[in-house]
């Protein structure tokens, strides 16, 4: 019996704005030549002649789950499956990764390697053939991405954020209130939010505002305080927060109207008044195929 896979597909901006919806706006930007779509049309190309690729290569040897939507759960499709291939870049591996439990294997293909990073994209179409033959034979190297378990209110939001949680007021010009308590150490804050996330997720946003990433294969959780404000006659505050492996950032929402921004736009939970927030190592990391020295060092 053939081995099942599942491959999970981008929806590219313009398969969604030209073909799928006929948006006029975008078409006219498009004829024009405007620069902010100039990209698209060759993004889209270089996505589907990699996207054909893959799936002549995995037919040969094995029968294909197609899933064209990123954000699709598909936990009830799981049984049996070998492999799981993303198609597009991070963020199609990132959405992908939320079905995921750790013993079932993922390899990130990036579709269009001229405008996409694919950090966690160890595969392309003119390597990849190569490396799903060895994630069959299962030779394929790979490493744990681990990933990080949010509740509120002692309820599980998540066991399985592998990017970040961005925690701020709904209304983004507005002042985020809350009170962080980490290993006993309580301080109020003023400022535009944090975000706080796993090794995996320690780059971007948090390099960008100025701090050090975690080392990859770290199992400590990252919390980075994005414009902090402190009365010039007090000192600053905590900007960062390292919690290792089994220990917990705990949060007190000062707010009524903050929200929890988790990996992007995967999910947003609202967070009330008095609600506490709880971040910590998850004990489901994501079996990721590739070397360590392929990803972000």
């Known amino acids: 019996m053939k081995s099942r896979v599942i491959v999970v597909a ?53 029968s294909v789950l197609m899933i064209d939507f990123p954000h699709t759960s598909y936990v009830g499709s799981l049984q049996d499956i070998s492999l799981v291939v993303s198609v597009g870049g991070d963020g199609t591996l990132l959405s992908t990764s939320h079905n995921l439990h750790s013993s079932i294997p993922i390899l ?25 033959a060895k994630a069959m034979d299962k030779t394929c190297e790979s490493i744990l991405l681990h990933r990080m378990k ?8 998540s066991t399985r954020v592998l990017n970040d949680v961005l925690f701020c007021h709904t209304n983004p010009a507005t002042t985020s209130r809350y009170i962080l308590d980490s290993n006993g150490a309580v301080e109020a804050q003023n400022s535009s939010g944090f975000w706080v996330g796993p090794a995996a997720g320690s780059t971007a946003a948090r390099r960008s505002a100025g701090f050090d990433s975690l080392p990859l294969l770290s199992k400590s959780l990252q919390l980075c305080v994005r414009e902090l404000y402190h009365r010039p006659s007090s000192e600053p505050g905590r900007r960062e927060i390292i919690a290792e492996s089994g220990e917990k950032i705990r949060v007190l929402s000062k707010m009524d109207n903050a929200a929890m921004y988790i990996d992007g736009d995967y999910k947003i939970v609202p967070v009330g008044l008095g609600e506490e927030l709880v971040f910590e190592t998850s004990d489901e990391p994501l079996l990721l195929l590739g070397s360590k020295n392929v990803f972000r060092q």
């Open 108 to 132: 990130g293909v990036n579709s269009d390697t001229n405008s996409s990073v694919g950090f966690f994209c160890a595969a392309n179409e003119s390597n990849f053939e190569e490396y799903f």
């Open 10 to 62: 981008k929806k590219t901006s313009y398969s969604l704005y030209v073909q799928d919806t006929h948006d006029e706006r975008v078409a006219s930007l498009i004829q024009t030549g405007n620069p902010v779509v100039s990209r698209w049309q060759s993004a889209h190309e270089s996505h589907n002649r990699t996207l054909s690729k893959v799936l002549d290569v995995i037919q040969q040897r094995a």
């Open 150 to 157: 949010v509740s509120k209110d002692k309820q599980i939001v």
